[in-house]
């Protein structure tokens, strides 16, 4: 597969700038083909993004949006399942701004395994051995998915979905003509246009989204699932910072891509432990420091 016929996309306002600059150094030579959609950002932010990135886009007048949501970012939820509508490359792979990768061979990953699936999404279940829910609350996870399918359709669908893998919307690759994308824009749009409990409820606005996208894939069966490598979600799994490397605590596993997920609560904590994105020069500089101050003591 040649670099024109796939895209990366993400999106962001100003709030979340920082951190998507951090994602596009994170890529490397992958920035080349990402673009970057403007949520809110200030002309400073997207002047910085642009040179890093192969453009910035404004939110297109045929993409609907929806007002009122109870989540200032539900437009980074809401263009997701309209990405064939603004681009044409054949692959098309989606990444939160708040993810960073680690090892850059996952996009490629990514890629392959959307072309070798043709039709299928590429994307991670939030599973795991090193996640704590995974082993000791496994169950009250589940009670609380089926809580929330029960308010955004019904009790059949939630029983549907009930005992299946929660699937992460945060990162994914698809062709552009997976048939996935019709039926993901539909169930994303009646939610966030026709849901009214999505303007008040934060819960629900935030995780209508992905949940419309699982009820899809597991309907369909049209998915390929990755583990956990791809896609770390932070919040759910620790992590810590050993060298250079952000590694599991226990099996010192590195995650490929870093997903630095509840940031407003968790931010202090993922500072605290370094597991922010930092470059080459910046680590070097860092173990510099702690070093000079080991000695010093």
Not at 129 to 152: K, T
Not at 250 to 274: D, G, K
Request: aromatic share 10%; glycine share 4%.
């Amino acid at each position: 597969m040649k670099n024109n016929e796939r895209v990366i996309v993400t999106a962001c306002d100003d709030n979340y700038a920082w951190l998507c600059l951090n994602l596009l150094k994170s890529l490397g030579k992958w920035a080349r083909i990402t673009h970057v959609i403007d949520l809110g950002l200030s002309t400073e932010s997207r002047q910085a993004i642009e040179a890093r990135c192969a453009g910035v886009i404004d939110v297109p007048q045929h993409v609907w949006t929806a007002a009122g949501i109870a989540v200032d970012y539900a437009g980074a939820m809401t263009v997701r399942p309209q990405l064939p509508q603004l681009f044409t490359q054949d692959y098309i792979m989606w990444m939160d701004a708040d993810v960073w990768v680690q090892d850059r061979s996952a996009v490629k990953t990514y890629f392959d395994m959307a072309e070798r699936h043709d039709g299928n999404f590429v994307l991670v279940t939030e599973l795991d051995a090193e996640y704590p829910y995974c082993v000791g609350a496994f169950e009250v996870r589940q009670e609380q998915l089926r809580d929330l399918h029960s308010q955004l359709w019904d009790d059949a669908v939630a029983e549907e979905l009930h005992g299946k893998a929660p699937l992460n919307s945060g990162v994914f690759a698809a062709s552009r003509l997976s048939p996935v994308w019709k039926s993901f824009d539909e169930l994303v749009r009646l939610q966030y246009i026709d849901n009214m409990a999505l303007k008040v409820s934060t819960r629900l606005a935030h995780m209508a989204e992905q949940q419309s996208l699982n009820r899809v894939l597991y309907e369909t069966q049209r998915f390929t699932a990755l583990t956990a490598e791809f896609n770390w979600i932070c919040h759910f799994g620790p992590l810590a910072r050993r060298g250079f490397f952000v590694e599991t605590p226990n099996l010192r596993r590195r995650p490929h891509i870093v997903h630095l997920t509840n940031l407003r609560s968790q931010e202090s904590i993922y500072r605290e432990n370094y597991l922010l994105y930092e470059s080459r020069l910046s680590r070097i500089a860092r173990f510099v420091r702690q070093r000079v101050r080991a000695v010093a003591r």
